[in-house]
């Protein structure tokens, strides 16, 4: 069964990337930059990213003009981008561009991941959403060592204790590993 997946890395102060969108802070940490295998997901067929997490990775690795290095963290898995306007793709990459609610993207999510996960990148907003939509079992967090001023937010939305169970914590380097599982709201 498809279980959708936030795994992400985080400042102690919540934040996912400074005020400018960029992850500099991540990969200044010692193993930020070369994260521990165990610290990555497995099993996940399509990633999920947000206008911004997408642009980023696009303009850090110059994929555009280098798109053999696409595949260095996507592999040939399926990427969907929510944007509300038109994005450029790395030659050979599979990015299916998405407009509009999480819930109307959803049946095309579950049938390009098959019988594998779909793990959702970023950015926190979207993380959000699927939250909301129902669609959202896990939140894996690698919290460095690291505290911003501001930046874009880890997950922006009021998510109360009873819709998160500990089920992991552990120290992974310089990092805190966190692992909730996302229990469905009371009826």
Not at 55 to 67: I, T
Not at 123 to 145: T, Y
Not at 146 to 163: F, I
Request: glycine residues 10%.
């Amino acid at each position: 069964m498809t279980r959708f997946l936030f795994d992400t890395a985080t400042t102690i102060t919540g934040h996912l990337a400074d005020d400018e969108h960029s992850l500099a802070w991540l990969f200044a940490v010692p193993g930020g930059a070369e994260p521990d295998p165990s610290l990555l997901p497995q099993g996940h067929t399509v990633l999920v990213e947000g206008s911004s997490t997408y642009e980023w990775l696009l303009r850090e690795g110059d994929l555009l003009a280098h798109p053999e290095r696409w595949a260095e963290f996507h592999g040939d898995r399926p990427v969907f981008v929510f944007s509300t306007r038109a994005l450029p793709a790395p030659e050979g990459a599979d990015v299916r561009l998405v407009r509009g609610p999480v819930a109307d993207a959803l049946p095309a999510i579950r049938e390009a991941a098959g019988e594998g996960d779909v793990w959702i990148v970023g950015g926190g907003d979207l993380v959000g959403q699927f939250l909301e939509a129902g669609a959202l079992d896990e939140i894996r967090l690698s919290v460095a060592p690291v505290a911003l001023p501001g930046g874009a937010p880890l997950l922006p939305r009021r998510v109360g204790s009873d819709r998160l169970r500990l089920v992991e914590a552990r120290q992974a380097g310089q990092f805190a590993r966190l692992v909730y599982e996302v229990v469905p709201p009371a009826s």
